[in-house]
Nanobody, 120 residues
Framework: QVQLVESGGGLVQPGGSLRLSCAAS????????MGWYRQAPGKQREMVAT???????NCADSVKGRFTISRDNAKNTVSLQMNSLKPEDTAVYYC??????????????WGQGTQVTVSS
């Protein structure tokens, strides 16, 4: 009924930047909180940053000052600007959103994931 599609991952050198984008589609009535999570090999998935519909943000301590989350409510999109990337930022990044559909069902939806590799 709803899906999230991510784009923007890739290989970047330490200190570089990448921008991830995610678009929600389907029979959407409203998208509530949106966020980015990541999972490195051998580790649990962790929250990177979240943003409410009203624009309140929350970021993991490890990315504060380097990553910025933003959203466009009209387009049902969320983005993650990642600057000053470090090798420890290497992970698969997942978009997440709580979506209320036209049929008043609520879904906690995940994207398919996009690989971010920080390496020289």
């Amino acid at each position: 009924q709803v899906q999230l599609v991510e784009s923007g991952g890739g290989l970047v050198q330490p200190g570089g930047s990448l921008r991830l984008s995610c678009a929600a589609s389907g029979r959407i009535f409203r998208v509530d909180v949106m966020g980015w999570y990541r999972q490195a090999p051998g580790k649990q998935r962790e929250m990177v940053a979240t943003i409410t519909r009203g624009g309140n943000t929350n970021c993991a301590d490890s990315v504060k000052g380097r990553f910025t989350i933003s959203r466009d409510n009209a387009k049902n999109t969320v983005s993650l600007q990642m600057n000053s990337l470090k090798p420890e930022d290497t992970a698969v990044y997942y978009c997440n959103a709580v979506i209320l559909t036209m049929s008043t069902q609520s879904f906690n939806s995940w994207g398919q994931g996009t690989q971010v590799t920080v390496s020289s």
